[in-house]
């Protein structure tokens, strides 16, 4: 919880020192809220150093990207609505490429209790570069299909 209260001035060496293999996908109990460590790193990543190491070393502890919180947000929302590009390219870069798969995790398919996707609150919040890049993985998955798929024959 330091951590999400420090904000941009946020330092993530102390949360990273705590985490293990066992509590990585530890959620608070603060308020009504239910937040993993994957999720405050995405939500304070906006400005703050470190952030995408901080992500490799969580995903490497096997944090969970599709965890919910008790607003229906998995980590892409969080990225979305805090404006984290860098996080929201991180959670959406394939597992081959380091990334924690997001699109073929669904992450940007879940939709709140709102019934918002994690783009939906992108937009909403002016948040036009996570949108480019959700829209971009968005893009790059469709064309991945269809190179795997080959060019449909006209008959």
Known sequence: MDTWDDGER????PLMDSLNK?????????????????MVVCGIGNGVKGVTSALKQIKALGADATIL????WNALHWTAFHGSAEAAKFLLRSEDDGGFGGINLGL???KDKEGKTALEHAIAEKNDDVAEVINSALGDADSATASKEGLRKRK
């Open 108 to 110: 940007h398919l879940v």
């Open 69 to 72: 919180d008790s607003e229906g």
């Open 10 to 13: 946020a330092v993530l060496g």
């Open 22 to 38: 066992n509590n990585v996908n530890y959620k608070t109990k603060t308020d009504g809220n239910s937040w993993t460590p994957l």
